[in-house]
């Protein structure tokens, strides 16, 4: 079975990339699009926003006593194998609160769709981001609040605009960080349908890539050439405003683009990047009733290559985590085998890499998307994980703010050091295709 | 009798040179079509809209049979503000003769409210009123046009 899909996402990818790829945002300057507005001309409030309705269905396999785990259901919920969701309905308000002073800008964005960031905390909105640039030093921008931190391009980008209905295995696992909770929870058994007990055992938002904290950044145009860096100090506690420790995050970044033309999100150009972010997380992983947490290291780091000039664009990261493997939002212990020694999650390491294409095909409103990725999880464990996944997708256009996006992902996931059916696999052998329809409009 | 030709070269120069960096204020007294623009609007899109208007009135009658002024008054006035994110398309369109005038009363009251005096673009020309400006090139047979 593996080995067919392997070739089969081998395969289309392939096909993909002989055919010619993507259009899109890929190269688009992020750190200045969401920190800073246009000098002298932003506004003193612009509302803004966008809505993402979607269907998905997962056609996975239940194990042998019929169980699912949460790969094989439909998030952030994890209660059916398919449904309607308003998976994202954001809004929020950006400009300049003086417009006669350029020099400093806000920027504040709050989300009332159902997903990791409010499913947690009962499904009510939830402020996603509240920050004041101050622009005052030449070279030396300083952001404060709390902002998507700079990192890997698929999450860092503009998510309205991102070209697919789900992440990266990677990603939606290892960068859309869940904060450990603050008592030990114990993992959640695969649940059969309907789910009785939920299958979500973090009991915070996930991180959605943010944090609190300051950040100092800026641009330097040398050319065609634009030259990006980012340093930041931050909580490290995803959506929380306020630490729950005394350590601090740091995130460190840098860009190089090629720029060819354009503005804003869909400027082209071929961008070069790389980042790191380093921390500590407090995590109560001793099945006793006294609070004892301990401090463990979470890092991540990666460096990739986005590429647009219409009609095509293209993109490839390879991503590493360090620390905090997170493997899956039933298991709160951060391990995949709490009977054994304790550890595999919080000491584990895992990278991953894809290469994502695009086509805008000429003369029409269709664009078609392909990824492939490879992610490998809890590496050199006896737990080790190899996911696989070919992502087809195409999406029509009705006009500049609207799209309609289909997604097909061909998933493969193996626990490599166990035979078929045998430990981890009895559960992720039948992890297998979802397909999604997602219908957004950015107002 | 040296001298003389190398004081009046000298002269001849500094005239020529007085004449050009006057030509890029002074109106095109031979135009066929005389505009002037006005953006007294805190809209950003204005300031898009306003320099559209005048490149697309550039294209069609072309730079040396239109003349065409933008004055700029009120909240308007970060159009003409040194730094503005407009600031090389207003280059270019000053390139092309678009003259730029920018409200003193404006400066002076956005001064009081900054705390300084605001740092204008370069090809901007202060005149004492941005109102009583568009009011005389109107007396002057110029059209007004507010995008």
Redesign the interface.
Known sequence: MKTVLNKTAKFVACALLAGGMVQSAQAANWLMLQGTEPTDSAPRAKVWGFIQAQYQSDSSTPNAGQGYIPPKLIGPDFTTQETFNINRARIGVRGAGMPLDSKVNYFFLAEFGNNGITAPDGGSAKITDASITLNHIKGAKVRVGLFKTPGSEEVYQGIMIFDYVNFTNYAAQQLIERVPNQNYTANISPQTLPIGTSLNGFEDSVGAARDTGVQVFDTFKMGNWEHSYSVMMGNGNGLNTTDNDSNKDTYLYWSSELVYGGQGARREGMKFFAWSQSGKRLLDNTNDSTHNPVAYDRKRSGAGVAYLKMPFRARFEYNKADGMIMVGPQSATFDMNPAGAPGNGENGTASAYYLDVGYYVPGTNWEIDGRYEVYNRLEGDQFETEWVTTTIGAQYHLNKKTRVSFNHEMRDVEAIKFATGAGPNAQVDGIDARTSVQLTHIF | MKLLHVKQMLLLCMAVVAMFSMSAHAAKDFADVKVVLQISD???MK??LVLNVANNLIKHYGQDRVDVEIVAFG?GL??L?A????KDRISSLAGNGVRFSACSNTVKA?SK??GYA?ELNSNAKTVPAGVVQIVDLVKKGYTLVKP
């Open positions: 805190p809209n950003p300031q898009t909240p970060r159009l503000f730094e503005n994110s407009n956005m409210k900054l605001p």
